[in-house]
């Protein structure tokens, strides 16, 4: 049974950080590419991040970049999201994704149906 957990929001104010962890059991977590999407009320599950399984590759979207960023340590089997200079326009439930496929060590993805098991969320919450 694989299982994602997710820890790490809260309620920040605008400009603060934040790191968010995911730690994965039930499936061998390195060889595995990762990811990171976010859902705001009313909105579609959205790509923010997504790392390779050997850590080596990296992706973001256009709206985190130069202020996300997206790591993993596969002997703890954790990925984390470390947030800084947050905005308002951020606050959203994040989940992190397992793929679904074993492809290569340099494989990711940043889309959402190419990820088969995910963790029950973390809500992240920017005032202004």
């Known amino acids: 049974q694989v299982q994602l957990v997710e820890s790490g929001g809260g309620l920040v104010q605008a400009g603060g950080s934040l790191r968010l962890s995911c730690t994965a059991s039930g499936r061998t977590f390195s060889r595995y590419a990762m990811g990171w999407f976010r859902q705001a009320p009313g909105n579609e599950r959205e790509f923010v991040a997504a790392?390779?399984?050997?850590?080596?590759?990296?992706d973001y979207a256009d709206s985190v970049k130069g202020r996300f960023t997206i790591s993993r340590d596969n002997a703890k089997n954790t990925v984390w999201l470390q947030m800084n200079n947050l905005r308002p326009e951020d606050t959203a439930v994040y989940y992190c994704?397992?793929?679904?496929?074993?492809?290569?060590?340099?494989?990711?993805?940043?889309?959402?149906?190419?990820?088969?098991?995910w963790g029950q969320g973390t809500q992240v919450t920017v005032s202004s």
């Open positions: 994704g397992l793929a679904r496929y074993i492809i290569g060590s340099a494989y990711y993805t940043t889309r959402k149906q190419d990820y088969d098991y």
């Open positions: 790392i390779s399984s050997s850590g080596g590759s990296t």
